[in-house]
T-cell receptor, first 115, second 117 residues
Framework: AQSVAQPEDQVNVAEGNPLTVKCTYS??????LFWYVQYPNRGLQFLLK??????LVKGSYGFEAEFNKSQTSFHLKKPSALVSDSALYFC?????????????FGKGTMLLVSP | DGGITQSPKYLFRKEGQNVTLSCEQN?????MYWYRQDPGQGLRLIYY???????QKGDIAEGYSVSREKKESFPLTVTSAQKNPTAFYLC????????????????FGPGTRLTVL
């Protein structure tokens, strides 16, 4: 089975400070990992994904994520937060070695960036 | 959200009624998905389709039905058997489908908010 956990319901950060949104996963093999962002009453927007290769993945809007196999984590990061980054962030995983061929999403983390 | 449209944006249903949510994509994607989003529960998969005239149940298919008669369309019907249908419904699509080796990204529509009166 594949699963993903986002241990923080909410993350608060001041504008200009670095931000981290945490994600850990559980799969039987090597995972495919995704980050999405959702603004109020909107659909999800794709930010970035890790399939293979370099552990540091760069994505849209200055976001990046680091794949850490030993810690089974895929934390989302940004060096300098903007107020406009305030939104709901979802991590998702797919285990290509399992019989379950679709994405499993975490419950989401609300990011609040204060001016 | 570009390329995937959902209608209506807001939908109100009386108890006992069936309602159909529309999802259309012009991305030429093979696979389409329906998710339900409830506060604090993330996204849960209702149904997915890898190809025209084929679809599979997701984690919470009870009380829902779908069809895939055209590549670009994947409507979802919320039936009266769904006991708690009030939620935000999201449609998504991906290029090559849900094969185990697929690395494809899913792209989402803007969503439909369904409220039962």
């Amino acid at each position: 089975a594949q699963s993903v956990a986002q241990p923080e319901d909410q993350v608060n950060v001041a504008e200009g400070n670095p931000l981290t949104v945490k994600c850990t996963y559980s799969v039987s093999g090597n995972p495919y990992l995704f980050w999405y962002v959702q603004y109020p009453n909107r659909g999800l927007q794709f930010l970035l994904k890790y399939i293979t290769g370099d552990n540091l993945v760069k994505g849209s809007y200055g976001f990046e994520a680091e794949f850490n196999k030993s810690q089974t984590s895929f934390h989302l990061k940004k060096p300098s937060a903007l107020v406009s980054d305030s939104a709901l962030y979802f991590c998702a995983v797919r285990d290509p070695n399992s019989g379950y061929s679709t994405l499993t999403f975490g419950k989401g983390t609300m990011l609040l960036v204060s001016p | 959200d570009g390329g995937i449209t959902q209608s209506p944006k807001y939908l109100f249903r009386k108890e006992g009624q069936n309602v159909t949510l529309s999802c259309e994509q012009n991305l030429n994607h093979d696979a389409m998905y329906w998710y339900r989003q409830d506060p604090g529960q993330g996204l849960r998969l209702i149904y997915y389709s890898q190809i025209v005239n084929d679809f599979q149940k997701g984690d919470i298919a009870e009380g829902y039905s779908v069809s895939r008669e055209k590549k670009e369309s994947f409507p979802l019907t919320v039936t009266s058997a769904q006991k708690n249908p009030t939620a935000f419904y999201l449609c998504a699509s991906s290029k090559k489908g849900t094969a185990q080796t697929s690395t494809d990204t899913q792209y989402f529509g803007p969503g439909t908010r369904l409220t039962v009166l």
